[in-house]
């Protein structure tokens, strides 16, 4: 394979890694009847994008094979980890409550004007009296909704322990450094009223979120996003630093972890020529960042 084009994958690889800015998004923690994942918040009544009539109505169950209620249906496989969350989409006539149970986080360190994927995924969950088939989860960026996903159907029982779980994505641009993505399970018909039809209310998973800079990023805007560009790569002597970061200190490693050279930088340039050969993990450590790189030195 091609040097640059080692380079260029293991660059996207680590800036796409490192862009993961989901906290617990394989949603675990204590299973429970109102009870949110760790690091997790609810989508509260008084939010604008929130259905829901009553406190209790706005509030998703954290959800496994072992409850929080077997015995109505509040259970299921969790596509990944340990639990997820199943919240309602569903209007009880007999009380004239609307219930609407979503979660929420707030995200920081985005940059401005750069797209972003949320990926996720979902199933529709059911309980007694709650037995809608089919349903989505619309995903609202602070107020403004990003999309609705994809509906997902089911025609297992409303206890069922074989969740279909199904991989939903939603792209959006930052258009602040901190946004609050929420999550709302709703039904893609016009009817969910909790009665024994099948279309009726809804309940739905979501499990597995995520968050990073869309694929749909170039690797130069990548590149301009880390405010630096480390060329050239390969090289054969000389190790180049340009963009608008206060760079302090370099430190090199060889594949094994072992470290080989520090620096501490007073220019944007480095003389490498007495290093052998080879494959270096390079990091970059200023104030404000740590960048990892993969070089290659002739």
């Known amino acids: 394979m091609n040097q640059n084009l080692i380079f260029t994958i293991l660059l996207f690889f680590t800036i796409t890694t490192k862009g ?18 760790i690091n997790w918040q609810l989508v509260p ?42 919240g309602l989409h569903a209007y009880n006539e007999s009380t004239n409550v609307l219930y609407h ?11 401005i004007g750069s797209e972003y994927k949320i990926s996720f995924y979902q199933t529709v969950v059911k309980q007694f009296g709650v037995l809608d088939t089919s349903g989505s989860w619309a995903i609202y960026i602070d107020n403004v909704l990003a999309g609705i996903s994809l509906p997902s159907s089911s025609q297992n029982v409303y206890n069922s322990s074989s969740l279909i779980w199904e991989y939903r994505e939603v792209l959006f ?11 709302l399970p709703m039904d893609d018909d016009s009817y969910i ?8 209310a809804l309940r739905m998973g979501i499990d597995s979120i995520s968050m ?11 590149n301009n996003l880390l405010y630096i560009d480390i060329y050239p790569i390969p090289t054969t002597k000389y190790l180049n630093f340009s963009g ?31 290093l052998n ?18 070089i290659i030195k002739k």
């Open 20 to 37: 993961q800015l989901i906290v617990n998004g394989d949603l675990d923690g204590n299973i429970g009847v109102d009870v949110l994942p």
């Open 45 to 86: 009544l008084t939010d604008v994008n929130c259905q829901a009539t009553e406190l209790y109505s706005a509030t998703p169950d954290l959800t496994h094979l072992n409850g929080p209620d077997i015995s109505s249906g509040i259970s299921g496989n969790p596509y990944h980890g340990n639990t997820f969350v199943s």
């Open 101 to 111: 149970e979503g979660i929420m986080q707030t995200v920081s360190g985005l940059n």
């Open 173 to 183: 641009t930052a258009s602040s450094v901190e946004h609050t993505i929420k999550f």
């Open 193 to 200: 009223t909790t009665d024994s039809i099948l279309n009726g």
């Open 212 to 222: 990073m800079l869309s694929t749909n990023t170039s690797i130069h805007e990548l």
């Open 244 to 274: 608008n970061i206060e760079m302090s200190e370099l430190i090199f490693f060889d594949l094994s972890g072992n470290l080989i050279r520090q620096y501490k930088l007073n220019s944007n340039s480095i003389d490498i020529s007495d």
């Open 277 to 294: 050969s080879g494959i270096y993990i390079i990091q970059l450590i200023n104030k404000k960042k740590t960048i990892i790189q993969r």
